[in-house]
């Protein structure tokens, strides 16, 4: 059965990996993909276990860690197209890196400062800054909460504010690390829509992990599913049925039959 989906996709590929590599201090690989691209317009969803190394994939791409060994790619269509160069890829990560005293506005405004000139910083935000975070505040369901500071808000409000603020930096890819870890079910669907709207409204790149594979199935054009540092699924979301999930989530070890007696043999 060939499977169709459900929206048309660029071929144009702005992110490769080759060789990528990350070894922890004891030796033992962190990440270890051969080779591994990304399309312009794509909704990727990378899903798997505890540890399997989807945050640390996020990081490399987002140049927050460092590589052992191999080659990241990130085409920079905004220094094509003439626009700030180091600007085109924003992060939200698991934990909301928030400045607590200032309010859910000022916090979202942080995300336009890669807009900004150096000496333009000193005269403040726009117009059109200001504009850019309130509507990011409204597409996260936080536009009443605008004045409010952030350390008086939920933990959830918190990691909205932080996705406001990647919103309201307008990159050309997104990547966000669990985003809705700290939502509700029916705010995680909000957000994960609002996440997919931005990325279809403006053909860019989101790629983000969850934890849950029903909504990694239900707003993902893809599926990368990740064990022990290593990609073993990557298909169309439609295709990451039951026994997919069983490559990815399951151990390969088998228990133990506590049942089953141990005889001993003497000689």
Not at 15 to 44: C, H, M, T, W, Y
Not at 107 to 135: K, M, T, Y
Not at 150 to 172: F, Y
Request: aromatic content about 4%; glycine content about 8%; hydrophobic content about 40%.
């Amino acid at each position: 059965m060939t499977v169709v989906p459900f929206r048309s996709l660029s071929d144009e590929k702005i992110i490769r990996l080759n060789k990528l590599a990350v070894v922890s201090p004891e030796g033992r690989a962190r990440i270890a993909i051969d080779q591994l691209s990304f399309r312009k317009g794509e909704i990727a969803c990378l899903v798997g276990p505890s540890g399997s190394g989807k945050s640390t994939l996020l990081r490399l791409l987002a140049e927050l860690e460092y590589k052992d060994s191999g080659t990241i790619e990130i085409r920079d269509l905004r220094a094509e197209a003439g626009g700030p160069q180091r600007y085109a890829v924003g992060f939200v990560p698991q934990s909301p890196s928030l400045i607590p005293r200032l309010s859910a506005l000022d916090n979202a405004l942080r995300g336009r400062l890669v807009h900004q000139p150096r000496w333009r910083i000193a005269f403040g935000f726009s117009s059109h800054d200001r504009e850019c975070a309130l509507h990011a505040l409204d597409r996260v369901g936080l536009a009443d909460r605008a004045l409010d500071r952030v350390d008086r808000l939920s933990g959830g409000e918190q990691q909205r504010v932080s996705i406001a603020r990647a919103l309201t930096a307008d990159p050309s890819i997104l990547l966000a690390d669990e985003p809705v870890s700290s939502l509700d079910p029916v705010r995680a669907l909000d957000i994960l829509g609002a996440l997919g709207h931005d990325a279809n409204r403006a053909d860019k790149t989101l790629i983000m992990s969850l934890h849950q594979p029903d909504l990694a199935t239900r707003f993902a054009d893809r599926i990368i599913g990740l064990k022990d540092g290593k990609v073993v699924f990557d298909g169309p979301a439609a295709t990451f049925g039951t026994s997919a999930r069983r490559d990815v989530y399951e151990s390969k070890q088998r228990p133990t039959n506590s049942m089953i007696p141990i005889m001993e043999t003497t000689e």
